[in-house]
T-cell receptor, first 111, second 113 residues
Framework: SQQGEEDPQALSIQEGENATMNCSYK?????LQWYRQNSGRGLVHLIL?????REKHSGRLRVTLDTSKKSSSLLITASRAADTASYFC???????????FGTGTSLTVIP | EPEVTQTPSHQVTQMGQEVILRCVPI?????FYWYRQILGQKVEFLVS????????KSEIFDDQFSVERPDGSNFTLKIRSTKLEDSAMYFC???????????FGPGTRLTVL
């Protein structure tokens, strides 16, 4: 299965701290994307990193990709209470036009 | 800003009934998707659609499911005979090859009684 796995499953930090979430996957990919989902809501695209990229930044987000280890990390710096949500990685297989989501990390930022 | 819309936001149906979930993808996008998320679980890929036909589908997408783009704007997911285990959030998405980004709709919560 291509499906990614995030860890940790749950993360609780104080406002202002950094949050790091990891994602591992199993087969070759075209790209990897990170999404946020607030409770009971839809998915919001955060950032996409292509298979030939190693690091990408967007505002307070930093994503890394290690294709040799088939893993990615999402770092949220200077976290805010509004960052409280579930974060999912999704991989686009290079064998077809489909995307597989991981199990998600539930982040709680305590004000 | 363009967005994917889905209707209804919540659908309640009796087991065995047919349901049609509707989505309006972003215009000029060419790839469309359906996903589902059972409460508390991860988002699962169901099907992708391109050029008026199914591009890829998962093992979840069995004969009970079908997709259609009946006109230039709507993209529908039909479940022919709903089961209790079909209760989930169903998300539609469309893909922009220009932005290389998948845009998700807000979802339809399907409850099968």
């Amino acid at each position: 299965s291509q499906q990614g796995e995030e860890d940790p499953q749950a993360l609780s930090i104080q406002e202002g701290e950094n949050a790091t979430m990891n994602c591992s996957y199993k087969t070759s990919i075209n790209n990897l994307q990170w999404y946020r989902q607030n409770s009971g809501r839809g998915l919001v695209h955060l950032i996409l990193i292509r298979s030939n990229e190693r690091e990408k930044h967007s505002g307070r987000l930093r994503v890394t990709l290690d294709t040799s280890k088939k893993s990615s990390s999402l770092l949220i710096t200077a976290s805010r209470a509004a960052d409280t949500a579930s974060y999912f990685c999704a991989t686009e297989a290079n064998t077809g036009n489909q995307f597989y989501f991981g199990t998600g990390t539930s982040l709680t930022v305590i004000p | 800003e363009p967005e994917v819309t889905q209707t209804p936001s919540h659908q309640v149906t009796q087991m065995g009934q047919e349901v049609i979930l509707r989505c309006v993808p972003i215009s000029n996008h060419l790839y469309f998707y359906w996903y589902r998320q059972i409460l508390g679980q991860k988002v699962e890929f169901l099907v992708s659609f391109y050029n008026n036909e199914i591009s890829e589908k998962s093992e979840i997408f069995d004969d009970q499911f079908s997709v259609e783009r009946p006109d230039g704007s709507n993209f529908t997911l039909k479940i022919r005979s709903t089961k209790l285990e079909d209760s989930a959030m169903y998300f539609c998405a469309s893909w922009s090859s220009y932005w290389n980004e998948q845009f998700f709709g807000p979802g339809t919560r399907l409850t099968v009684l």
